[in-house]
């Protein structure tokens, strides 16, 4: 069966209300719902609307607490550590880097670290708040354990991904986001779920051998570093600075995501660069229109059709998204359906 396609405005009016019939503050509950249905939007599918039943579930087991109660534990001018209080993520996340942003306001970069958090969705859903206010962004977030250090076959790391996000002048920001693994465990669950196969070169069996069945990728959660052992090192270096540095936990200390036995303890990493500390801010506009344009019209390899730029096809996706609509496959409709029977939300 073919995906339904539903107004974006309709997924987050019904995220929002099933969050808030559960008990969550309605701010809250509208900031965990954009965050999913921005993911969509973007065309991360694994990271939007298909989370919901999974996040009511840990919140139904007391896993994440209904109300976001964030707390400085340690601040200097340019820096500043929070206590989530196992809040949601996402709201957490806003926090530490609004923190970031304010205090580059000040002293020219800013780093917020957070600590005791939940999942947090996509990462440049908080590096474009640092676009917004003029500034480059970077965010980061440690994750349950899916992924073996190089050499290895037990999972140890999280996808761990980095995002880096940079005002660009008249042009769209330029916004690099992605796992430090080949892709995140949410595909594998949503290919799963569409009963599809996944590439060799995403996952491994038990054993550490390339599988093509996402289902015994997901139940042995042996995702494959990006490029080898450089994506092994980029995903201790996220681990190192979200939750070492945060005081959060690291590696498979980090409670999995899927199991509803224990709050996750994840850690996060926010930073904001004020241009103007740096440079003349039109001088870097100027320049990063000038590197835009240059990429864009730079000659193509054989069989390509255009050259993009990091986060131009996330750009369109939700530009057609916004007209057309978001698909939503019927194995998670299914879910959602279930999830607003159970707290009586229709999604229309």
Known sequence: MAPELFPASNLFDFAGRVLQAAGVDEQESRVVADNLVTANLRGIDSHGISRLP???????AGLIAPRTEVERVRQAPGTCVLDAHNGWGAVAGLAGMREAIARARQVGTG???VRRSNHFGIAAYYAQEAVAAGMIGVAMTNASANMPPWGGRQPYFGTNPICVAVPAGKER??????ATSVVAIGKLVLAAKKGEQIPPTWAADQSGQPTTDPRVAVAAGNLLPMGGYKGYGFALMVDVLSGILAGAAFGPHVSNLRRLDAPQ???HFFAALDIGAFTDPAEFRGEMEQLVREIKDSPRAPGSERVYLPGEIEWEFEERRR?????????????????????KVALE
């Open 323 to 343: 007209r057309e609509g978001v698909p939503v496959p019927p194995e998670v409709l299914a879910e959602l359906r279930q999830v607003g029977e159970r707290y």
């Open 265 to 267: 303890n994840v850690g």
């Open 173 to 178: 920001p330029v916004i690099y986001d992605g």
């Open 111 to 113: 780093v917020a670290v």
């Open 54 to 60: 999974l996040y009511m579930e840990r919140l139904e």
